[in-house]
């Protein structure tokens, strides 16, 4: 174990006012907080709630204030149309603080939202750090999302304005954002003052006429207009949580404990320098996007790229190693399911080959379970420490890994890592009491959480407390579940809902997948719990071969059934599994297992408006019935 990371994360919990006063010293503040901690009113806890900050300051104007402003800010790079732009932080500047005088003559004012529908163009980012930049809380949807969810979002939200991109580009074709956003529109009870719409040259939307500005237009009388000082306890933006079942959730993030949490994440936990270009190989309509393509390299000065595009497919599966080799990337962060599916493309690493990835310091993992043999696959390939860890849309920032910046402690392949500093994180059995060393539980976070992280529900602070906070009184439920080690290392293994009861006997699913992914021909799998009369439930196998496998499939189920019988016991009764082609999956990456449940069980199920490709749900259906799946009764 590290003493250094031991120290800083003892120090965090037992002295924890004192440790985050002392981080805030490295933002820029207009007033600095008097009061660090206000617990007055458990279980909302606001951090820093008297400071004065703005957000769009710390990511821009104060590094040209220190004369960075030629730096580099955003390279981005889209495979998809061959276009690749750098923008220096003084140029991003002067785009947002351009917009932001555009939005601010429009009337929209400190606490106003703004919704951002918008695809991986730098145009995003100008959106979200103008919104900043005048105290307006931006709400970014997911691209592409179906009209019905922006719907929701538009009625919960209830913004003045509207920014959208006239279309997203896929390695499929062109998606039409427009026509999803008037639809969504007309079905939402709440509508938007105006809305603005940035035109691809790809396919042009046609406008509303006294409702849609074009991009251009918009900003042509505009002047720039500089930050406004907003307290720390004002909402920076509201973020969905994409969840496949119920109404989505307004995760709501205070500003100044984002930027605290964030800044700190960067060299700390990354072990980012400020000259390092940093990838965070995700969308800016996810959390991660957020804080790790958007906030928090621009707080620390660092370059961040932006990348429109798939890890295959655009054009094949050598364009991450181009972009390394290319931009020069220090640290990549992505899914595991983006190097899975890498590493079914291209099992032997050929396209590795091609590029020269010598630059790469750091590879990091998270929003997936990420098995052993990706992992390790990765790490042979590349050559770099690859390091799983583990956070939420809520939290906002890692709560569980191996901090880079902190004499990186050793990497235990198999777990997610050591708490970080501010999460006191247990294990818990199911009558609240704290499990004992690697009994397998409910992961919950002692309250009150560290800063950054979500201090309620928009409006809706009876829900936060019902979904987070009822079942485990004095903590945060994280709805996973897992165990800790005797060296405090955490292990994830499902969501709480797939850990199954078999016999009475309750085992992980997320167990037997990382047993399955270490057979040398599985490219990823699934295992979820179907109903079954006699045991209450029984583990079923989704397997995805690796590309160039040409065995029959039942000599593969029977090796997987051995497999998990001899790793975990006959006790895991895993004796039926199906070979499919691939996975249904959100575009996030999270593998559907909650649907892919309810067809095994001839349930009801909603198509998830997070699913990446319906048809894969037809697909899923018609294996399932080749071995007699949902039962009869």
């Known amino acids: 174990m590290s003493r250094k990371y031991q120290e800083i994360y003892d120090n965090s919990i037992n002295n924890r006012e004192e440790f985050w006063q002392n981080i805030s010293k490295d933002i820029f503040w207009y007033k600095k907080p008097t009061k660090i901690l206000n617990s007055s009113n458990p279980p909302f806890y606001k951090w820093f709630e008297d400071g004065v900050t703005n957000t769009c300051y710390n990511a821009l104007d104060h590094h040209i204030d220190k004369g960075r402003g030629e730096k580099l800010a955003i390279i981005y790079d889209s495979p998809i149309t061959g276009v690749s732009k750098k923008i220096s932080y003084k140029d991003l500047r002067d785009k947002v603080a351009l ?64 920014i959208a991109g006239s279309c997203g580009i896929e390695p499929t074709g062109i998606i039409p954002y427009k026509p999803l956003l008037d639809i969504a529109i007309d079905q939402a009870e709440h509508s938007p003052k105006f809305c603005v719409i940035f035109q691809r040259d790809e396919l042009r939307a046609s406008l509303v006429v006294g409702r ?12 720039e207009c500089s930050c406004l000082p907003v307290l720390g306890s004002d909402p920076l933006y509201i973020l969905y949580t994409s969840g496949t079942t119920g109404q989505p959730k307004g995760v709501v993030r205070p500003t100044a404990g984002h930027l605290v949490s964030l800044m700190w994440t960067m060299k700390n936990f990354f072990g980012a320098d400020p000259d390092d270009v940093f990838w965070a190989a995700s969308d800016v309509g996810w959390v991660v996007g957020h804080s790790y393509i958007v906030y928090a390299p621009l707080f620390a000065g660092n370059t961040t790229l932006l990348f429109e595009g798939k890890p295959i497919g655009t054009p094949d599966p050598g364009t991450f190693w181009r972009i390394i080799e290319e931009h020069e ?54 050559g770099v420490p690859v ?60 309250l ?17 407390k019902k979904s987070y906070l009822l079942k485990f009184p004095g903590y945060y439920d994280t709805g996973d579940s897992g165990l800790i080690d005797e060296d405090g290392f955490v292990s994830i293994m499902a969501r709480t809902d797939d850990v199954i009861n078999t016999a009475g006997h309750r085992l992980s699913t997320g167990a037997m997948e990382e047993v399955l992914s270490d057979h040398p021909d599985i490219a ?79 349930e009801k199920f909603k198509v998830p408006a997070t699913i990446d490709d319906p048809a894969i749900l037809d697909e899923i259906e018609k294996a399932l019935l080749e071995i007699d799946y949902p039962q009869k009764k």
């Not at 849609?212 to 002047?223: L, P, V």
């Not at 099992?347 to 010598?358: A, H, Q, R, V, W």
């Not at 009150?448 to 936060?464: A, N, Q």
């Open 524 to 602: 990823e799998c699934a295992v979820i719990g179907v109903n079954d009369d006699l045991k209450g439930q029984l583990p079923l196998g989704f397997i995805c071969l690796n590309a160039g496998v040409n065995r029959k499939p039942l000599e593969i189920i029977n090796e997987s059934v051995l497999l998990v019988r001899e790793k975990i016991g006959p006790v895991a009764s895993f004796k039926k599994a199906v070979i499919i082609e691939r996975l249904p999956k959100t575009r996030s990456g999270k593998i559907l297992r909650g649907t892919m449940l309810k067809i095994a069980n001839g």
């Open 329 to 382: 990337v220090k640290i990549l962060f992505t899914a595991p399911t983006a190097f899975r599916a890498i590493k079914r493309s291209d099992p032997n690493g050929e396209f590795i080959s091609k590029y020269d990835t010598s630059v790469l310091k750091t590879l990091f993992l998270a929003g997936e379970r990420a098995d052993t043999d990706t992992i390790k696959w990765a790490s042979n390939k590349l």
């Open 212 to 223: 849609d500005y074009d991009w251009e237009d918009f900003q042509k009388a505009s002047t």
């Open 448 to 464: 009150p959480l560290p800063p950054g992280t979500l201090p309620t529900l928009w409006e809706s602070d009876d829900r936060f």
């Open 99 to 162: 917009f932001a005088g555009a939005l601010k003559k429009q009337d929209i004012k400190k606490g106003d939202r703004v919704i951002i529908y918008m695809p991986m163009i730098p145009e995003a980012i100008v959106s979200m750090l103008a919104c900043a930049r005048i105290g307006a809380i931006h709400s970014v949807v997911f691209g592409g999302f179906a009209s019905n969810e922006l719907a929701v979002r538009i009625d919960d939200a209830k913004p003045k304005a509207i």
């Open 387 to 446: 390091i799983d860890h583990w956070w939420q849309t809520e939290t906002g920032f890692p709560m569980v890994g191996c901090p880079q910046g902190l004499n990186s402690p050793p990497v235990k392949i198999g777990t997610a890592g050591l708490a970080m500093p501010g999460y006191d994180i247990k294990v818990l059995n199911e009558d609240g009491a704290v499990a004992g060393s690697n009994i397998l539980g409910s992961i919950v976070v002692k």
